[in-house]
């Protein structure tokens, strides 16, 4: 179960007024009850598509709350779920009446339980583990039943434990190896003391009782009842969308630093997904991004400081905490063990530094292929100076762009919305009208009230060329509102995955202290809620479906859940009235260059090899159960290395392109070395890009009939 996906987009501060809201809870000293009264109130009347709170919503409170605070299944008994599912249907008049009793239950016994699982590993990582005797460990954590006795919970620990200290001992084992300079092979095993493989042992063990000693006394004994009342209140608000959010005060602050643009660290977004730390975006220009290393949907499994010798394992750790670990001073080095999209275990070096926030804007280069020059831009987000739109933003960056390769004679324009996850709708309208003459955009319906048509006004259009939009599943929000606009006027063709991400909704994020008059209490937080529903100028929306490519091209992601369809609780697809709107009128042979393209990746073995990778990836992702045996779990990693092996030539590919950056950059790198080692490596990438490699021969078919044609309109 997934929950909580959130793409960076659109979010407005919604200044809502204390007016409402204020009958019962000035009076209220209990700042909990006041939390749960506020927000059920706001979300009742403000969410776009309010849901019941009824015995249903109760029941799937209870099922999610206890999944969030117990993923793995190792501190609630059987008989402590009996005595929870008591409430199954109360928690529903619970919230009705401010009554916070199933949390303080569930609470007092996690705080009882987690004490006996402390006393658990603390024994079980006294006694010597036998590797060489066959046990199996069962990671499905979502279909495990929960222990019926203390011995089977207990029991469960100690193959958790035993396979966390087994992939210490393999890597003691092979560094052994490594400092020997001598082949890993059996004999290796067999052949060297039984004292020496008990002091690899043991050492593996320690290893393991310390990141349990850390987790235990750093993070599990350091949340207070705060902490775990902010998990409870955020398991009630996602149940409304997986986009609505409580945002607690330590919470907000963060939210206004990611707004701002200012990021530190690793320059990577994370995300907690059952208990497990995953990578959800890679910030353009940061250390993750230049290492080259690190990708979304990587989980990190520890994190160890470069002057310590010992790696702490996040693995059920508070996100927070993790972050906490991974981030530090500018130019320290923190090593992340990952484990990889294939199941491949790895350990990534990265140099913690300042996320540049001018790598997150657009840039652009010349494509060179033959005598023919094309442009790419690439555009990482849809930003925007929200108190000065004057300022810098998407829009004017990318007609800047625009303007710069048509200096140059390009003949062709891309746009390269992949892993774009969204932001300004209004810089979304500019840049559509710098394609189009003029005409609606997109569609937008606020709760309750009547659908919003904005449109481009402009009649200016500032590239009339041929132009395709690169996307992926990582493309979401704006860069969807975008693609469909360009799709729908057969103004672009759209290459990428088999559809967008599929979040067809705004977020406003509510100040909860402006809803109480004369708040006595401390900072209340704030609640991000969904307001709003994007829908396209045909008439349907953008969630849960996202965009359909027009060229469907595999990619890694092709077979993983990653896009909003795969989310918790999310809101379903529909479709209002089309508006009117005219066909682009230039005619390029909308159909056969679609079918030109794709008759050509029939043909293309990377393609074909990238798709086998993903499904592989797929399989492997899916593989629940780990050997403790030794020997059988070595042979298993040496089996997936091997065939992780025939991928090998995916990071062979170069296509046939030539990539030249624009003569005001060439002058730039004359006093800037940093920025042109960033666009060489850009250009080193894309020369190993099979995506843009298509999407030029995509550009040298529409180039072939571009023409005028008879301006259609389509009339709703």
Request: with cysteine; proline share 2%; charged share 35%.
């Amino acid at each position: 179960m997934k929950r909580n996906y959130n793409i960076l987009l659109l979010l407005v501060l919604f200044a809502f007024g204390s007016c409402s809201f204020t009958t019962k809870v000035d009076n209220d000293p209990n700042k909990d009850k006041l939390l749960v009264q506020i927000i059920t109130m706001a979300l009742e009347q403000l969410h776009f598509e309010p849901k019941q709170i009824n015995d249903d919503f109760s029941k799937e409170i209870l099922a999610d709350f206890l999944e969030t605070v117990d993923p793995l299944k190792r501190f609630f008994l059987e008989e402590d779920i009996k005595e929870f599912k008591k409430f199954e249907t109360e928690i529903d008049d619970q919230l009705k009446n401010y009554d916070i009793s199933f949390f303080n239950l569930v609470y007092d016994r996690l705080l009882i339980r987690q004490k006996e699982a402390k006393a658990y590993y603390l024994d079980i990582v006294e006694k010597p583990f036998d590797f060489n005797k066959d046990e199996v460990y069962n990671a499905d954590y979502e279909n495990l039943a929960y222990a019926k006795t203390k011995k089977d919970l207990k029991d469960r620990w100690r193959l958790q434990l035993k396979f966390n200290a087994l992939t210490s001992y393999d890597d003691l084992i092979l560094e052994k190896e490594e400092q020997s300079k001598a082949d890993f092979d059996e004999s290796l095993v067999t052949d060297v003391k039984t004292s020496t493989l008990a002091q690899l042992e043991e050492k593996a063990r320690e290893e393991t009782a310390k990141s349990l000693n850390i987790f235990f006394t750093d993070y599990i004994e350091d949340l207070d009842k705060t902490d775990w009342f902010n998990v409870y209140v955020n398991t009630i608000v996602e149940e409304f969308d997986p986009h609505t959010s409580y945002l607690a005060p330590d919470d907000k602050e963060k939210f206004d630093q990611q707004m701002s643009g200012k990021f530190e660290g690793i320059g990577a977004r994370l995300q907690k997904r059952l208990d497990y730390i995953k990578i959800v975006d890679i910030i353009s220009g940061g250390p993750a991004w230049r290492g080259q290393e690190l990708e979304v949907e990587d989980v990190i499994m520890k994190v160890r400081q470069e002057k310590e010798k010992q790696a702490v394992s996040i693995v059920g750790m508070r996100i927070d905490d993790a972050i906490k670990l991974i981030k530090g001073p500018k130019g320290t080095k923190v090593i992340l063990t990952v484990k990889k999209v294939d199941g491949t275990i790895k350990d990534i070096v990265i140099v913690r530094d300042v996320v540049e926030l001018e790598e997150t804007y657009a840039k652009s280069t010349i494509i060179n292929k033959d005598k023919t020059k094309y442009g790419i831009i690439n555009l990482p987000r849809f930003y925007i100076d929200f108190e000065d739109y004057g300022n810098r933003n998407a829009a004017t960056d990318i007609r800047q762009e625009i303007e710069r390769l048509k200096e140059q004679n390009i003949e062709g324009l891309i746009l390269d919305l992949r892993n774009n996850g969204g932001g300004s709708l209004k810089t979304v309208v500019d840049i559509a009208g710098l394609f189009i003459k003029d005409g609606p955009v997109v569609q937008v319906r606020s709760a309750g009230q009547p659908q919003e048509v904005l449109e481009d006004e402009d009649d200016a259009i500032v590239w009339d060329g041929p132009l395709v939009i690169m996307v992926n599943e990582l493309s979401a929000s704006a860069s969807e509102i975008l693609a469909a606009a360009m799709q729908d006027y057969k103004r672009a063709i759209i290459i990428g995955s088999k559809q967008t991400y599929g979040k067809g909704t705004v977020q406003n994020v509510l100040d909860l202290n402006r809803m109480v008059r004369n708040n006595s209490h401390d900072d209340l937080g704030a609640l991000k809620l969904t307001r709003q529903k994007f829908y396209r100028i045909n008439g349907g929306s953008t969630q849960l479906k996202g965009v359909e490519s027009d060229v469907v091209v595999p990619d890694r992601y092709s077979f993983i859940e990653i896009g909003e369809r795969d989310q918790e609780n999310p809101l379903a697809w529909d479709k209002i009235d089309a508006v009117d709107y005219k066909l682009w009128d230039r005619d390029f042979n909308y159909d056969q260059t679609i079918s030109s393209s794709k008759d050509r990746m029939k043909e293309n073995q990377q393609l074909k090899l990238i798709e086998a990778n993903a499904k592989w990836a797929k399989l492997k992702s899916d593989e629940k159960t780990y050997q403790l045996n030794y020997k059988k779990y070595r042979a298993s990693v040496e089996g997936l290395e091997t065939e992780a092996k025939q991928f090998d030539a995916i990071n062979d590919f170069k296509n046939k392109l030539v990539f030249t950056s624009l003569p005001y950059e060439t002058k730039l790198f004359e006093k800037d070395s940093i920025l042109q080692e960033k666009r060489t490596r850009w250009h080193e990438n894309l020369t190993k890009d099979v995506y843009v490699d298509e999407a030029v021969n995509v550009l040298d078919d529409m180039a072939k009939t571009y023409d005028i044609k008879k301006v259609a309109t389509i009339k709703n």
